[in-house]
């Protein structure tokens, strides 16, 4: 069983399913409304729980309503959140995402996401010595990301660095990352580059092996064996809702990294087309064995 650790954020997401996008100053009626729990670190945590691992999170949760579902609902996913803070003087994070046309446009409201702290990822430091792989975002602090990316090169344990939301990284914290896993966008944003650029040349300009997603179409991957960026397609999906894909694919590949890069990049890709043909973020992340009939019927001559 694969042991990961999880850095990052813990949201609840205000789900409005609509037939379009509004524009500036319109009002669009929505044809339904949920909640759902979320946030880009509590998504890969339970990504890679359904897919067999071992879990632990670091991260923060108000001491509210929501930050009592979201504790309730990790823990019943069979996380440890030994790590994961309350907070009584600040509220649990949130987003507002609007779903039109399998699109999704995303507002993410940090609160506690933005008070988890490098002392709370030393305090961590004994379970991730013990983890194969860590994963963290940019959904927090970027000292903790730091730390994060520190900690796992004194322990020599693989980190796992998800650029998003995008924003421009120290060439030196890319270095210290195992392995990048970006859109084209966030890969262009992180290296400071123009976003126009051939994804490929961009994958060869960074200073680490990068996983590159590239929705429908799958993902690219080179890393020190596979120094030329080598695709894996994608699998053809009747696709619902793409909230929550690219979490899922972290938490794959963070799962099954031990197997390889090659190997654990098609199983990420398999995990993500599964997750987009049902709604919500961590409501569409499958569990092992449904990935596991997804590839063997896929396998099939």
Known sequence: MSR???VGSINMDLVTLAPRFPG????LLGSRFLTAHGGKGANQAVAAARLGASVSMVGALGRDAFGDQLHAGLASEGIDLAHVARLDDEGSGSAS?????SENQIIVVPAANARVTPAQVEAARETIARADAV???LEIPLDAVEATLRL?????????LNPAPAQKLPAEWLGLASYLTPNQHELATALGEDAHT???ELMRRAPCPVVLTRGGEGAWYRDHAQPEPAQQPGFAVDAIDTTGAGDTFNGALAVFLHEGLPAAVRKACAAAALSVTRLGAQGGMPWQP???AFLADRSRP
């Not at 500036?24 to 009002?27: A, C, L, R, S, V």
């Not at 796992?152 to 796992?160: M, N, S, T």
Request: hydrophobic fraction near 55%; charged fraction near 20%.
């Open 4 to 6: 990961i650790v999880v």
């Open 24 to 27: 500036p100053g319109e009002t």
């Open 97 to 101: 995402i609007t779903v039109a046309a």
């Open 135 to 137: 994963l963290v975002q």
């Open 152 to 160: 796992g090169r004194a322990l020599a344990v693989p980190v796992i």
């Open 198 to 200: 051939d994804f490929r």
């Open 290 to 292: 449904e990935l596991d």
